[in-house]
Structure formats: structure tokens, C-alpha cells
């Protein structure tokens, strides 16, 4: 009797594990894709990734020198034309600069425009005063002379008396010639080497306030083309770095075309033709199929940058781009990722 019980009870033990695993089994559950994979159309294609940028290709702004930025003109999405100023560094010391070149350059002028003005109408009747002078002067010491000379008996003047009026005679008559050179240099003006050496130290002094400028313009970065500002990284009291920065200062380009920039990896590059024709479809979009037109290949391959995140994908490799035109008024964004199919119906394997 005990052994039929414990058979029984052994058998009830038994069908309670078999359920008890039956419940604890995982449920199977078929899970559709929140969207249906993209479709090419084409008999045979090629596969690649499609990034959507400006026809103008994305422009990263930059600054020629670091400094900090002193004001902001512009904000992600707004629209400038070409030349229009997108921010500017401080300036303060290029301002103090240019007004101390400045104030050499009007210096430097001044200068020049003495020279040119030489000499001074109050100069000249000063210098024919001069000369009259000297010309009295000397006729004076000629009389002094003339009646020494005239003296008959040798014994009554001294040799040294004879000797000394000769000699103011030509001393007066060496100061008549150097009045009369004096009036004569103010009456010829200025000496053109002097006029020369002064227009030279003008246009020095103005090259110098030029340069000046030219930094001062320097600092306030303006856009190159036409276009849309599509990131705008850059912040008041914020340091600006020179050169290639990992995230650009502005990125901008010209919106009104848009361009896709497909990446075809290397093992499949060979079957491109150039002008086939291809289709893309944004991610989570499927159903919507936008024509692209090829304008370009790019026949240097480079390594893969755009990637999908997806597990199965490919980071190894090298990658050709191919560049397609969207059709006007595609209802895409620069910066969006496409899945591009290329048609291959007559390359091929």
C-alpha cells in the first residue's frame, strides 16, 4: 500500500515539473520592423549610404586668428548673403594699433606737405635783407680799403692795418655770396632727393595704417558664399581656435539644391557606371523613393566615416563617393542619412 502511494504521489510530483517547465518555456512572438526594409526597383543594384548635404557641399567656418569672440550676427537657420559678417574677435588692441598708425601717417604728411610748401613767403624778404646787408657790409670794407690805399707815404699806415681791411674786404664779400646762395636755395624750393625720401616715409606710414586694417578686417569672419547657416557652434565670451577644428566654429552651405554624397564601398565599386541612375529612401521611410541624378564620382576611395550603427555593418573598408542631385523639393534635411540604390542592370556580375 505505502509503495502504490509513493508511486502515485512520484507520478503527480512528475506532471507538476513537466508543467511547470511547459510555463517557463519563452514565448515565440513574431516582431515585424517598425518599418519595412527599403525597396530599389531594379533588377540588380548597388547598395551604398547616402549622406544629404548642400549643393555647395558643407562649409566648415574657421578663423584665421584665435581670439575671443566679441559678437554673433548670425544663429543656426538663418539665411545670408555672400560677404555677410557671422561673428568678430575682439579688436581692441588693432584699434589702438591703427590710430597710432594713423597718427604717423598724418605726421609723415605733414612732412611732406612743409617740403612742398617751402619756402615761406615771410622767408624771402628776410633773405634779400640778408643780402643787402652783406652787400653794405662790403662796400663799407671796400672805402675802408680804397683810402688806406690811397695813402702815398708807406711810412704813415701800417702793413698790418693794409692787411687787415683786405681781409674784411674779402670776408664781406665771401658773406654777399653765401646771402645770395641762401636766397637763392629758398627761391628754389625743396631738394627733390629730400621730396623723395618724404613721400616715401608717407607711403610707408600709410602701408603700415593698411595693415592694420587689413588685420582689423581679418577679425570679423564673413560668410564666402550665399547661403544657409546649418550649425552655428560659436558663443559670445567663448575663445576661437584657428584651424581645422573637430567641430566647426559655423558649418553653412547653399541650401537651395540639395545633394546626396553616397558612400559605395570598394568591393562593389567597380560595378559603378557612370550617369546610372539611382533612388533613395530616408531611414524609417521606406515607401518614399526620391530620384537622384548623377552629377560626379569621386574616383580617390577614402575610409569609411558614414556609418549606420548597424551590427552588420562593414567599418574595414574603404569607400568611393558618388555624388546625386535630389529632385526639387525633396522632404529632406542636410546632415540626413539616405539608403541609396544604384541601378546595375547592365554592369555587372
Avoid at 286 to 308: D, H, M, N, V
Avoid at 324 to 343: H, M, N, T
Amino acid at each position: 500500500m505505502l509503495k502504490k502511494g509513493l508511486t502515485v504521489f512520484a507520478g503527480l510530483v512528475l506532471v507538476l515539473a513537466i508543467l511547470s517547465i511547459l510555463r517557463m518555456r519563452p514565448a515565440h512572438a513574431t516582431v515585424h520592423p517598425p518599418s519595412p526594409p527599403p525597396t530599389s526597383g531594379y533588377a540588380k543594384s548597388i547598395g551604398a549610404i547616402g549622406l544629404v548635404e548642400a549643393q555647395s557641399e558643407n562649409i566648415a567656418i574657421s578663423v584665421p586668428v584665435p581670439g575671443l569672440v566679441t559678437r554673433l550676427y548670425v544663429k543656426a537657420g538663418d539665411r545670408v548673403q555672400k560677404g555677410a559678417p557671422l561673428f568678430s574677435l575682439d579688436d581692441r588692441d588693432l584699434v589702438a594699433e591703427l590710430a597710432l598708425r594713423r597718427s604717423s601717417a598724418a605726421v609723415a604728411q605733414a612732412k611732406l606737405q612743409k617740403l612742398l610748401n617751402s619756402p615761406r613767403p615771410e622767408e624771402l624778404p628776410a633773405a634779400a635783407a640778408k643780402v643787402r646787408e652783406s652787400e653794405a657790409l662790403l662796400a663799407d670794407a671796400q672805402v675802408q680799403l680804397d683810402l688806406i690805399e690811397r695813402v702815398k707815404d708807406r711810412r704813415a699806415i701800417r702793413e698790418e692795418d693794409l692787411l687787415r681791411r683786405r681781409l674784411a674786404v674779402n670776408a664781406a664779400q665771401a658773406r654777399v655770396e653765401a646771402a645770395q646762395a641762401e636766397l637763392q636755395l629758398l627761391r628754389a624750393g625743396a631738394w627733390k632727393p629730400d621730396l623723395e625720401v618724404a613721400r616715401s616715409q608717407v607711403a610707408e606710414a600709410e602701408r603700415e595704417a593698411n595693415r592694420i586694417e587689413a588685420d582689423l578686417e581679418r577679425l570679423t569672419v564673413v560668410a564666402p558664399i550665399g547661403g544657409e547657416i546649418l550649425q552655428c557652434k560659436v558663443h559670445l565670451g567663448e575663445y576661437a581656435q584657428a584651424g581645422p577644428l573637430a567641430q566647426p566654429l559655423i558649418l553653412m552651405g547653399d541650401t537651395t539644391r540639395l545633394n546626396v554624397r553616397a558612400d559605395v564601398d570598394e568591393e562593389e565599386a567597380w560595378r559603378l557606371r557612370s550617369g546610372a541612375a539611382a533612388v533613395g529612401s530616408p531611414h524609417g521611410a521606406a515607401g518614399q523613393r526620391l530620384t537622384l541624378r548623377f552629377l560626379r564620382e569621386e574616383p580617390y576611395l577614402i575610409p569609411k566615416r558614414s556609418l549606420t550603427g548597424d551590427s552588420t555593418e562593414r567599418v574595414d573598408t574603404r569607400v568611393m563617393q558618388v555624388i546625386f542631385a535630389l529632385e526639387p523639393g525633396a522632404r529632406v534635411r542636410p546632415g540626413q542619412q539616405l539608403d541609396v540604390s544604384i541601378d546595375d542592370t547592365q554592369g555587372g556580375r
